[in-house]
């Protein structure tokens, strides 16, 4: 019997119960505590000192969008994953109409006044429900942002939201996820087949990152900022999980860091979802593949919202690099919940710790 990925967040150290989202319906200035100085994302110092919002790349280079019928769709989505950590894909079989049903069900959520959003405020030991984001006690001040989490059903908090009218919202995100799941399974196999493992090493595998992966659903929003070049959306950070499904509107905001280039945006390509690394796909790849370091940063004319659907194993299962890869393993086997409860209490030198 496994224990599910929700339980690697349960009871890991991290208190977000005192920090709640601005009401940015009602502020006309970005307020001082939303200000972000070169200095505010530069804590946790793993690339370098990240400057906050002035570095914007010429991007010659992006990212590849890879079509999933394609017959080498594995191997560019390897070079993909070796170059950059993230690409796009086309083909992925989810309904247009479905992707559009859950982004008017997430601008409904977010259109909300903020004591009725309130209501339904995560808790500090829970997974589901509205706040700010997971990142946000590593930060001295606020991102331009709100989100909420789902993992599971959302009714409880759908019916906090909306007492009479809460189904149509759980049926939604109910289908999304369901897709999302069967999508990020097929993109695993695509992965692990571009690291070099087939179909007939997963029986030998036997691992249950393989055949019992789940997710949780996390709906952004980024309003219209008025004074973009202050603020911050989402700070820089790595995914934790084997790799992230992300539908953008069509509304820039997300970019990556480049070594060597800076930050290169990753633009909303119709119909596309943007698929990229965490941390424990990094580490199953003995580093090969990148764990994408990413942020968002909000504009002044155009509210930017995205799901953003997080894959990973059950909270016990034991991960190390692939034994099939060539070097000495560059990490130690670890669970899921140890390595979860490492990144909620350092965030990007997680991986560090693990580090053999
Ligand atoms: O909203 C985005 O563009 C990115 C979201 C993200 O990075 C996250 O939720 O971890
Ligand atoms: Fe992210």
Request: some cysteine; hydrophobic content about 40%.
């Amino acid at each position: 019997m496994t224990t599910s990925l929700s339980n690697a967040y349960k009871d890991t150290n991290i208190h977000l119960n005192n920090i709640i989202p601005l009401d940015f319906g009602s502020v006309l200035q970005l307020p001082e505590s939303h200000v972000w100085t070169d200095d505010d994302d530069s804590g946790q110092d793993r690339r370098g000192r990240v400057r906050t919002c002035l570095v914007r790349a010429d991007a010659a280079a992006s990212p590849p969008v890879i079509d999933l019928r394609a017959p080498d769709s594995a191997g560019l989505a390897g070079e993909a994953c070796r170059r950059w950590g993230v690409f796009q894909v086309t083909n992925h079989e989810v309904p247009r109409d479905l992707v559009e049903d859950v982004e008017a069900h997430a601008r409904r959520l977010f259109q909300l006044p903020a004591d009725r959003k309130l209501r339904a405020l995560r808790a500090s030991n829970g997974v589901t429900g509205y706040g700010v984001a997971r990142i946000s006690p590593f930060f001295p001040k606020s991102m331009w942002h709100e989100g909420f989490t789902i993992m599971g059903s959302a009714m409880e908090h759908a019916k906090l939201l909306w007492p009479h009218h809460y189904q149509e919202f759980c049926d939604a995100m109910d289908k999304y996820q369901k897709k999302m799941k069967a999508l990020a399974y097929k993109i695993l196999l695509v992965i692990l087949k571009a690291l070099g493992v087939d179909e007939e090493d997963h029986d030998k595998l036997a691992s249950s990152f393989l055949y019992q992966s789940d997710g949780a659903l996390q709906l952004n929003s980024y309003p219209s900022c008025p004074n973009p070049s202050r603020a911050i959306g989402l700070a820089p950070h790595t995914d934790s999980l084997l790799l992230t499904i992300l539908h953008q509107n069509d509304t820039d905001g997300l970019q990556i860091m480049q070594e060597g280039v800076g930050w290169v945006p990753i633009r909303p390509t119709p119909g596309a979802l943007v698929v990229n690394i965490g941390d424990l796909m990094h580490i199953l790849s003995n580093a090969t593949f990148h764990n994408m370091y990413h942020r968002v940063v909000p504009n002044k004319t155009s509210h930017r919202f995205t799901m953003a659907y997080f894959y990973g194993p059950p909270a016990d299962s034991v991960l190390a690099p692939l034994p099939k890869l060539p070097g000495p393993p560059r990490f130690r086997a670890i669970t899921v919940k140890e390595y979860i409860g490492i990144k909620n209490k350092h965030l990007e030198k997680a991986l560090s710790f693990i580090q053999t």
